[in-house]
Nanobody, 126 residues
Framework: QVQLVESGGGLVQAGGSLRLSCAAS????????MGWFRQAPGKEREFVSA????????SYANSVKGRFTISTDNAKNTVYLQMNSLKPEDTAVYYC???????????????????WGQGTQVTISE
């Protein structure tokens, strides 16, 4: 049974940093891409970032480019999202997701993923 478990969310002041983790288990993910999405209250879920576990290719939403960094630790089967220079508009529930391998540039147009975590709350205060 595939499980994606997010952690690392919390409350920080604007300008601060957080690192989210997503521990993946239940199958081999070497032929998968991993994504981070977020959903703010009253808004639709939106793409944040994606990475290919096999190639390391990455993709970012324009709103987080230069501030967020996605990475993987293959030994730990864990995906990270390092978030710097956080803004109040980054407040949302952040979800980790996994999907069979495809070019990460396709994620923006096709954000449907096979597996999803439960989410972790990120709150940025003024």
């Amino acid at each position: 049974q595939v499980q994606l478990v997010e952690s690392g969310g919390g409350l920080v002041q604007a300008g601060g940093s957080l690192r989210l983790s997503c521990a993946a288990s239940g199958r081999t993910f070497s032929r998968y891409i991993m994504g981070w999405f977020r959903q703010a209250p009253g808004k639709e879920r939106e793409f944040v970032s994606a990475i290919s576990w096999s190639s390391g290719s990455t993709s970012y939403a324009n709103s987080v480019k230069g501030r967020f960094t996605i990475s993987t630790d293959n030994a730990k089967n864990t995906v990270y999202l390092q978030m710097n220079s956080l803004k109040p508009e980054d407040t949302a529930v952040y979800y980790c997701a996994a999907d069979p391998e495809r070019p990460v540039r396709t994620v923006v147009a096709c954000p449907q993923f096979e597996y999803w975590g439960q989410g972790t709350q990120v709150t940025i205060s003024e």
